[in-house]
DNA sequence: TCAATATAGTTTCGACTCGAAACTATAAAT
DNA sequence: ATTTATAGTTTCGAGTCGAAACTATATTGA
């Protein structure tokens, strides 16, 4: 029954994607892709952790990034320190596309017209699930830094990525990261 | 906030179609097809009501069904009343296909371990996003009869369409119609 | 240190999706 | 009986998708 929905939803939020991203002559595959980079940490810009999120193969993604950044909506970098990596950047015109179509309205109007307490429980319930599925994947959870158990307190302002050995300011931990990592839990 | 975990279980779930799909060498909107199908009452299992549940076009649609027929899952059959009405109806290997791979087993598996009450929310909560959706999309809800505003009851054992002039039995209601409509409500 | 191996990404191919538009066939409306 | 509407198919071009071969850079290890 709670499939049932969930295969529904999906489907909406495909044809929604697919409609906004009409405008713009993208597919519904592009729109997740800048939905996925403005959300990521910069560890995890990469072709290959947008191939890990989506679960796609390398060949796909690499043609489909040829497509976005062919219309101006991505930005190709080199990684300074390692020359194989490619950072993808959204222009700011890819901001502004984002920006006018996910969430879609059909979504946004939605979850506005529902009371607040249902969608706290939305919230609590769909993260319970989530977790559920990353557990069960047992590996790549692509999640937030914060909920990672590699990042560390330091002070109020800053945390610590035990894996990166890198600073994670408030703002970092809450992108997320290709390294996610479960904290882990006894049963 | 609840969008980005919609968002993600969107991703997992069309992950899972891809791989469950690849099996049997199709693709996930195949997957999406068969389970559409295997869901949706005897008025709504035509191409059109597969282009409308999926808001493709009906060209892009009728190809996949090519497809799909090919590889052996549906079959199709003219209505007997109106000879332009096609019904597709799922073959014993694609029973066996869906009955394998939908629910994928990271779905079925994550919302096995779910405490029952997180799951009775869920449910109550995506029931009150997908109505929410369906109001604002104002047209094609698609949801099972019983909730629909054309559905009658008789007695315990049947039920009545006022727009089709049928009898629905009990496990009728439950399927899936293209031409629900949403019981209106005074606001 | 230099060769083997691993990793990041690209390219090419063939089957398929996807939308748009033209098309066939049947039914309904006037 | 002629329009008009509806159901579905076909064709075309751009793009997805996986598989496999490929390039380039980093890392390993003998």
Chains 1, 2 share one sequence.
């Not at 499939?3 to 939020?13: A, K, T, V």
């Not at 969608?119 to 590996?139: G, P, R, V």
């Amino acid at each position: 029954m709670i499939f049932n929905q969930i295969e529904r939803i999906s489907n909406l939020l495909r044809a929604e994607e697919r409609k906004e991203g009409g405008e713009y002559g993208l597919q519904a595959v592009h729109m997740e892709t800048l939905y996925y980079l403005s959300k990521c940490n910069r560890f995890s810009d990469t072709p290959a952790s947008v191939t890990e999120y989506l679960q796609l193969t390398k060949g796909t993604v690499s043609q489909s990034l040829r497509v976005v950044e062919s219309k101006g909506l991505i930005k190709k970098q080199t990684d300074a320190c390692d020359r194989r990596v490619i950072h993808l950047k959204i222009t700011a015109r890819g901001k502004r596309v984002l920006a006018n179509s996910m969430p879609p309205s059909l979504f946004s109007n939605a979850l506005e017209e529902m009371p607040l307490e249902t969608k706290a429980q939305l919230q609590t319930a769909l993260d319970t699930l989530i977790k559920a599925c990353q557990k069960e994947n047992n590996s790549k959870s692509f999640d937030v830094c914060g909920s990672c158990r590699y990042c560390q307190p330091v002070d109020d302002k800053t945390h610590f990525c035990g894996l990166t050995k890198q600073p994670l300011s408030n703002d970092d931990i809450q992108l997320i990261c290709r390294e996610h990592t479960l904290i882990q839990t006894n049963e």
